[in-house]
């Protein structure tokens, strides 16, 4: 078997040539040895790559526990945009995440994903998943419950990140790092009313009260 | 209830970020959709914790037979130059990306999308819907065969053409390395009035763009273009010195 040396991972010690565009040219010179593939608005017709029929189960439906959580996303006009895809990821109830990179074993917990996906095209868009439990800072103390979320739009040449936290775990809440550094007016952004089935959360992309995003 | 877990002895990733110099911004003024959209404040800082480290496992599970060969619908031939699309997801350590979906989705050959928003007068294929999925092999390569998409109007300024162009989805293994983007083809004519690809800043724009590829061009058959994709990479230099003591 003739093996393309090209197809073997490369020798860590000699910088990796992707073979794209020109050859050769995309290197940093800081610690990136390759550079990254840059990133493109999803467009207005996501719905064709970017939907599943299960997308926005997070948690299998019926599983107990289970809530929706709701919202719109409104433009610097305050207009609903319908085209927008809304990207979930959170821990489980056990503060356990569904993924081989958690370093503490992945999750176990039964009929749960921990990711979802939904679009806007509604004027909402809406996740079934469960409240996620806490989990470490990394400086000795705990996260309140969040979920990390994506926005996807065409108009958005990269998609934004926010985090969901939840309006009733004040106490939890008080004691979070991200939310601590924020300003009252931002931490509001960030908190999901509770409602009937669920949760309300609605991301302003810009405006008065442009939801805080972040950069990871 | 809620659990806690201890967090002694995590030890997590930091995952590199791009250079602003060569990242894509959020928004573009000579994109016109991005003025009332994309945000703008600064965004705020967020450490890389367990939430960012960790993604979703997807792989075959999500991934149909027929989701490699886009050419072939309705038992039938979708009209067009088909050609064979592949490459590597790979990370910015050049390690290879195994076991990773891929999502692509993309115009017709007469540059029409299958979708109720695309109503320009373009004629729809039936034997084309634009949607195709794969997983990375053990070495991070993918692979689908495919038709070329056709340049298509979209009205951001007078006669707006977007060069010909593959959407494409991926996750990696952490909520960080989530990357969705375009693909594009060598020497478009339609690069210098398209604003979503001179929106890339110039240093990065031949990371979007595939190269012809004669080795996997298949006599009689199909025309090959060749991509890899970049995700981001974690930061090793902290933890690795060699016996010279140079950082690894
Ligand atoms: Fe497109």
Redesign the interface.
């Known amino acids: 078997m003739t093996v393309d040396p090209l ?4 020798n ?1 010690s000699e ?2 040539q ?6 050769g ?2 290197f ?1 010179t ?21 939907t ?1 029929p299960d997308g926005v189960y997070a948690a299998e439906e019926g599983t107990a526990g289970g809530f929706w959580i709701r919202g719109r996303v409104t ?3 305050g ?1 609903v ?1 319908p ?1 927008a895809l809304i ?1 979930t ?3 489980d ?12 074993g992945a999750s176990t917990y039964p009929g749960f ?3 979802a996906r939904a679009q806007t095209l509604s004027g909402e868009f809406e996740v079934f998943t469960l ?8 400086e ?1 103390g ?2 309140a ?2 979920i ?1 979320v ?1 926005v ?10 926010t ?1 969901i936290y939840f309006a009733d ?1 004040a106490d ?1 809440n008080a004691e979070d790092a ?1 939310l601590r ?2 300003s009252e007016d ?1 931490r509001a952004t960030l908190l999901a009313t509770p409602g009937e089935d669920g949760y309300r959360f609605d991301v302003s ?2 405006g008065e009260r ?7 | ?7 002694s002895g ?3 990733p930091r ?5 602003a110099a ?7 003024p000579d ?1 016109r ?9 600064t ?16 792989g075959e599970d ?1 991934v149909l037979p027929h989701d490699a060969d886009l050419t072939w619908r309705n038992g039938g031939e979708a009209l067009g130059q088909r050609i064979l699309v592949h ?2 997801v ?7 990306v195994p076991g990773a979906l891929v ?3 993309q115009a017709n050959s007469s540059g029409r ?3 109720v ?2 109503n320009w007068p373009a004629p729809l294929d039936p034997h084309f ?3 195709g999925r794969v997983v990375t092999d053990s ?1 991070g ?1 993918y692979e689908f065969l495919t038709i070329k998409p056709g340049a298509y109007p979209w009205g951001n300024h007078h006669n707006a053409w977007r060069p010909a162009h593959i ?1 494409f ?1 991926l996750f990696g ?4 390395q ?5 693909m594009y083809f ?1 020497d478009d004519p339609l690069f210098g009035q398209d604003p ?1 690809y001179n ?3 110039a240093a ?8 012809y590829s004669l080795e996997r061009t298949q006599d009689n058959w199909a025309l090959a273009f ?8 974690v ?1 090793q ?1 902290p933890f690795e010195t060699d016996d010279d003591g140079d950082v ?1």
């Open positions: 197809d073997v991972p490369p860590p910088p990796f992707p073979r794209s565009g020109q050859r040219s995309g940093l800081g610690p990136l040895r390759l550079g990254t593939t840059p990133s493109a608005t999803v467009g207005p017709y996501l719905a064709i790559g970017l599943w433009d610097g006009n207009d945009v085209d990207e990821w959170q821990a109830p056990d503060g356990r995440f569904a993924s081989p990179e958690d370093p503490r994903r921990g990711y409240k996620p439990g806490r989990v470490p800072d990394g000795g705990l996260q419950p969040h990390d994506s996807f739009a065409r108009g958005l040449l990269d998609r934004v990140v985090r775990e939890a991200v550094g924020l931002q992309l810009q442009e939801t805080v995003f972040f950069a990871v | 209830m809620t659990g806690t877990t201890s967090d995590l030890h997590l995952y590199l970020r791009e250079d060569t990242r894509t911004p959020v928004g573009f994109y959709s991005t003025g009332l959209r994309a945000p703008l404040r965004p705020v800082d967020l450490p890389h914790r367990l939430t960012e480290v960790t993604g979703p496992v997807l999500r490459g590597r790979l990370d910015s350590d050049g390690r290879p999502e692509v989705w999308y299958r979708h928003v695309d819907d634009g949607l070495l390569r959407h989805s293994r952490a909520f960080t989530r990357l969705v983007t375009q060598p979503i929106a890339i800043p990065a724009r031949h990371r979007a763009v595939s190269r060749e991509w890899d994709i970049v995700l981001r990479g930061d230099t690894a």
